[in-house]
Each structure stands twice: as C-alpha cells, then as structure tokens.
C-alpha cells in the first residue's frame, strides 16, 4: 500500500505537466499522484486525462473556477490518503529515488516534515549541472525550528532566492489535519513559507537533507520582481498572524520582526512604483512617511534604480561563487 502522496496543482502547464506527472508516478516506491487543474485554458487537462485513464494510481481532479495554487493544492490535500504528502510544482520533476530516500530519513527521524535540498536547473541542463537552492555544501541532518526557519526565509541571511520556503518538504498528513494546517488560498506569493512557518509553531518536527532528487526547472525571466502589490501584503499580513499567534519563541518573534521588515520594505518600494506608474505625487510621497528603517532602505533602492544597478542579482547563478557552480551531484 502506497505511503505517500503527490500533489501537482496545475494552470496552462501542458508545455511540463506530462513529464512532472511521469516523474512522480516512476518512483521507486508506489506513491499516489493527485493532480488538480485549476481551470487551465490550454491542453493540460486533456494531457492529464489521458495520463488518467493509463495510469490508476494517478487521481485527477479540475477546479469549477480558478482560486490559484493554494486552493488547488488544498482541494488536493482534501484527497490524500496516505500517511505521508509532498507538493510538486507542476514545471519541475522528481528523479526516481526521491521518495524512497525522504521516506526512509522520515521514518528514521521521526518527522512531522523532512525538505530534500533542491536542484536548479535552466532548460537544456541535467540534473548533475544545476545547483543547490539552500546551501552548495553538504549539510546532513539539520533539524529546523520556526527561529532558524524564518531567518532563513530573509535576504540579508540567505542572498537572492536562497530561501528554505522554496523546498519541498514531505509532510505528514496527519500532523496537518490533527492541526488544521492549509494553504492560505488569499496567498499568491510565499504561501509555502507561511504553511511551513504555521506548522513549526504548532510544534512540527522539520529536518531538511541533502539532495534526493527534486530538480526545479529555471526560465528566463523567472527572477522577474515584478509581484502585485496586494499579494506582498498578504505576506505582510502573514508575518503579522503568525507574530500574534501562539508558539512563538523570543527568538523566533525576533526573527519573524525581521522578516516583517524586509517584506514591509519590498511592499512599500511595490507601493512607490504604483503611485509613479500613476502619477500619483500623493501616494509617492506618502511611501516615505514609513518608519525610518523602511524609508532609508527605499531611497538607497530608488537612487541604484535610478543609475541602473539592479537591485537583485541578475546572472544566471543567481550571486553564488564561482566554486559553487560545479556540478552537483545527486547521491
């Protein structure tokens, strides 16, 4: 009987969903796969229904209306059976022993949640080319609390795009119903921050490993910050529930003040492009009435945007050395 599960929500995916899909159902293990299409407009679902009627252990299921990743990711975790559930974006893949390594450390460790360092890649790489998301060393067995989760979820301690919140963490199914932990569906940005975040202060026990095998597909332009301002208020809001919420150590309380700052920052320089794309003197000058420690960080922005320094690395390696752009090898 199969342990765990796959959840790949799905929108205008047809280009990657048939080899995300394959990729989850090659395991070695026997592993359920749930796909939710979330009312895509090009071929994805008639791709999935024919993976479906050639493949039993794949449960398909389209969304009535669009509600973005966290309500398709939800109405697939309202399907899970198994005692264990992994998330797979729907342009990325699994190499084939992925599963069975999580699972085996999972079981070892007695986890409630255990993340496998990820693989960048760009298109036309291997895996053995890419590079590692969270660290270019090896790290072992670390277990995570909700202090050093957040911190490292915040640029000055990771660098760009570095972050633990973009891991793929197998989770088990029965600490999230016994807590009643969701995708927030109002999320569109770094929900996955906020659900792992939630469940450290319920008490999860979280490791994360080296790589096994989650390769996660780069595209040109992918390090676009061109967010809605309404989705970077939402991660606002979110630093500031889980900061009045319980389980919340001084230490972690310090580390989630820091994370409100920095996401109160890129709010308010989302804020300021608005009110200059607008027109809009008011709500411009308005930007800079924001404490002191948000409004010098803004103008230190608005003068590297105004001589054409990006503010954000901008190679394809993302700011890692050159030593960190071997090969990395999946074990």
């Not at 972690?252 to 804020?271: C, G, P």
């Not at 411009?284 to 803004?298: C, E, L, R, T």
């Amino acid at each position: 009987m199969e342990k765990v599960s796959l959840v790949i929500p799905c929108y205008n995916a047809a280009a990657t969903i048939e080899k995300a899909v394959s990729s989850a159902l090659m395991q070695t293990i026997p592993v359920r796969v749930i796909v939710v299409d979330d009312c895509s407009t090009d071929r994805s679902f008639d791709i999935l229904t024919r993976l479906a009627a050639q493949h039993p252990q794949l449960t398909v299921r389209r969304q009535d209306r669009n509600g973005g990743p966290g309500a398709a990711r939800n109405a697939g975790l309202s399907l899970v059976q198994t005692e264990w559930v992994a998330p797979l974006d729907s342009d990325d893949f699994l190499l084939p022993g992925r599963m069975e390594k999580l699972l085996a450390h999972a079981e070892a460790a007695s986890a409630d949640f255990i993340a496998d360092d990820i693989i960048r890649i760009w298109p036309g790489q291997e895996p053995e080319q890419g590079v590692r998301v969270w660290r270019d060393e090896p790290v072992g067995v670390e277990r995570i609390d909700l202090g050093r989760f957040v911190r490292e979820n915040t640029l000055k301690y990771t660098g760009f795009r570095r972050e633990l919140g973009y891991l793929k963490p197998m989770m088990r199914a029965s600490f999230l119903r016994s807590h009643n932990i969701l995708f927030r569906e109002d999320m569109r940005l770094s929900e996955d921050y906020d659900l792992y975040a939630r469940a450290l202060a319920a008490g999860a026990k979280f490791y994360v490993i080296d790589p096994c095998g989650y390769i996660a597909l780069n595209r040109e332009g992918s390090l676009s910050r061109d967010i809605p301002t309404k989705a970077m208020q939402k991660v606002v809001d979110a630093d500031l529930a889980l900061l009045a919420g319980p389980g919340v150590t001084p230490e972690a309380r310090s580390a989630l003040q820091e994370h409100l700052k920095q996401s109160r920052i890129d709010l308010s320089w989302m804020q300021l492009i608005d009110a200059v794309r607008s027109r809009n003197l008011a709500a411009a000058f308005k930007v800079f009435g924001a404490p002191a420690s948000v409004s010098q960080v803004i103008l230190v922005r608005l003068f590297k945007h105004l001589l054409k320094i990006p503010l954000y690395p901008q190679e394809r390696n993302e700011g890692r050395g050159a030593a960190a752009l071997r090969a990395q090898a999946v074990k």
